[in-house]
């Protein structure tokens, strides 16, 4: 495999020359200026949200939710369904309005869905009022774009199409204190046939484990206790590094950081989940018992068009292999329902796994056909509401199944991390097990931040309800 190109530290450097030399100029104006950041899509794009909070803090902006109130507005997109760039669009087009008011407003468009030229297309021509393009890519040069908006206003496209670098040393600025997030890799190779991933995230690369390590130790330091490593496959960590090294390892030695916190981490391609990573999960005391292992579809002829590259037999063995060594473990799943060419019956081979593994939750979708994509130009004959009634037959069953398993926790106590704040008054902190779902609890809301005993009370198919012992 090629060997994974760096972005030299000198141009980090760089990087942070021009956000001291905008800082230079916002100090000179009357009051701090604050920027927006929002964030659709996954918690790659949250972590990637902090970065450029990172680059901004550094220019001397505060922060702010509202649109009105923002000297730069930066969206961070997601093109993984249609859906989810729909609603883009219109909080983009709604923006006009903002700009009217505020002409000296920066508006900053990001992330997977302007990496596609034909979105970056439609921006340049129907979207004017955009200052500001770039595509995952470019994410590291954001101060010297946003320098050169100052200086010179005019517009500028930065989606370059490439197979993708690693950029170390970019300040980060988090949103949680109890959680964080920590990329270990970038991009995708494996080209399911729906998904637009590797297209705009380009290929697999991976950070060096030292990088991954320090950043982990400061994390912990600084009193993070719930780690999630991140990758589109982290499965596949390490095979392009000079050293190859695999994830098992990897999570080995992040295990052996000293203190008291858990390693999550996401997502798990089922083709290369090993046994080597389940016995290493089984070992690592710090390693969440919690699995997210895709399965997207139940029949093998469904999975073969998707470019799956296992089959559900092979998939089953793994989750039995697994709750062997780990019978506690909690399962989850992502499931795309009505791929093109997919039959009702077939759809009920999907059914049949969720009897047999019974995941404790389930991400599930309706395709959504993404251009570019090979499924987007498959045969895709079957009605909507038939794909309707098949995703509320899925969904519905695992609601039961999801229900069952929450009732289990009944009467148990559990030693979960208080991770923040109730909303609901009847409650006062939201925790999460060590499966990470998710607790109402009643108690005191100096525990948050902190892992306690929690007796669970209640349940229901969300959630479980509990109190502080
Ligand atoms: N790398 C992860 C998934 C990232 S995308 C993995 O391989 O599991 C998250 C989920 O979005 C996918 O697992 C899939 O279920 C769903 N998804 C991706 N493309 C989709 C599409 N075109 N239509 C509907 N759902 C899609
Ligand atoms: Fe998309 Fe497949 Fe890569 Fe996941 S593994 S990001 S679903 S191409
Ligand atoms: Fe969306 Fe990009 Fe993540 S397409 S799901 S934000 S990798």
């Not at 040069?141 to 040393?169: C, N, W, Y």
């Not at 203190?259 to 997502?267: S, V, Y």
């Not at 037999?313 to 791929?339: E, M, N």
């Not at 519905?396 to 008054?425: F, M, N, P, W």
């Amino acid at each position: 495999m090629e060997r994974t190109t760096q972005v030299p530290h000198s141009d980090i450097e760089r990087q942070l020359e021009h956000c001291r030399a905008i800082a230079a100029l916002t100090a000179q104006w009357p009051e701090q200026p604050l920027a927006f950041v929002d964030t659709y899509g996954c918690q790659q794009n949250e972590a990637d949200s902090e970065r450029i909070r990172g680059y901004l803090r550094q220019m001397g902006f505060g922060f702010t939710q509202e649109e009105e109130r923002a000297r730069i507005i930066v969206i961070n997109t997601c093109a993984i369904r249609e859906h989810a760039e729909q609603r883009v669009l219109g909080n983009v087009g709604a923006l006009v309005h903002v700009k009217r008011r505020h002409p000296e407003q920066l508006i900053c468009l990001c992330g997977c869905m302007v990496q596609q030229p034909q979105v970056a297309e439609k921006i340049r021509q129907s979207y004017r009022h955009v200052d500001l393009v770039f595509g995952p890519h470019a994410l590291w040069k954001f101060p010297e774009m946003i320098h050169s908006l100052l200086l010179h206003r005019g517009r500028v496209f930065q989606t370059p199409d490439e197979a993708g670098s690693i950029a170390e040393g970019i300040p980060v600025v988090r949103q949680d204190r109890v959680k964080a997030w920590v990329s270990i890799m970038y991009g995708c190779n494996n080209f399911c046939t729906y998904c637009i991933v590797p297209y705009v995230r380009g290929r697999e690369r991976s950070r060096k484990p030292e990088d991954i390590l320090r950043e982990v130790e400061k994390l912990v330091r600084d009193g993070y206790k719930d780690i999630t490593l991140l990758g589109q496959n982290v499965n596949s960590y390490g095979k392009d590094l000079a050293e190859p090294m695999d994830f098992a390892d990897l999570l080995e030695q992040v295990n052996a950081i000293p203190g008291d916190f858990l390693i999550r981490f996401m997502t798990s391609h089922p083709k290369d989940a090993t046994q080597k990573l389940f016995e290493t999960m089984a070992r690592c005391e710090k390693v969440a018992p919690v699995l997210h292992l895709p399965f997207q579809a139940g029949n093998d002829r469904v999975l073969k068009a998707m470019n799956r590259r296992h089959t559900i037999a092979q998939y089953l063995d793994k989750i039995r292999a697994l709750k062997a060594l780990i019978p506690d473990i909690v399962l989850t799943s992502d499931i795309i329902v009505g791929f093109p060419g997919e039959t009702t019956e077939e759809f009920e081979d999907t059914l049949r796994v969720l009897e047999e593994v019974r995941f404790d939750a389930l991400f599930t979708f309706i395709f959504s056909p993404r251009a570019g994509t090979p499924a987007a130009s498959m045969d895709d004959p079957m009605p909507r509401e038939e794909k309707l009634r098949n995703f509320n037959r899925l969904t519905a069953l695992q609601d039961q199944i999801s229900e069952e398993k929450h009732r289990a926790y009944v009467g148990q106590t559990v030693r979960c991390l208080l991770d923040g704040l109730s909303d609901d008054s009847r409650w006062d902190l939201t925790a999460r097990t060590p499966g990470n779902r998710l607790v109402r609890v009643v108690g005191d809301r100096g525990a948050l931040g902190q892992f306690r005993d929690v007796r669970i009370t209640d349940a229901n198919k969300w959630s479980l309800f509990g109190e502080l012992v």
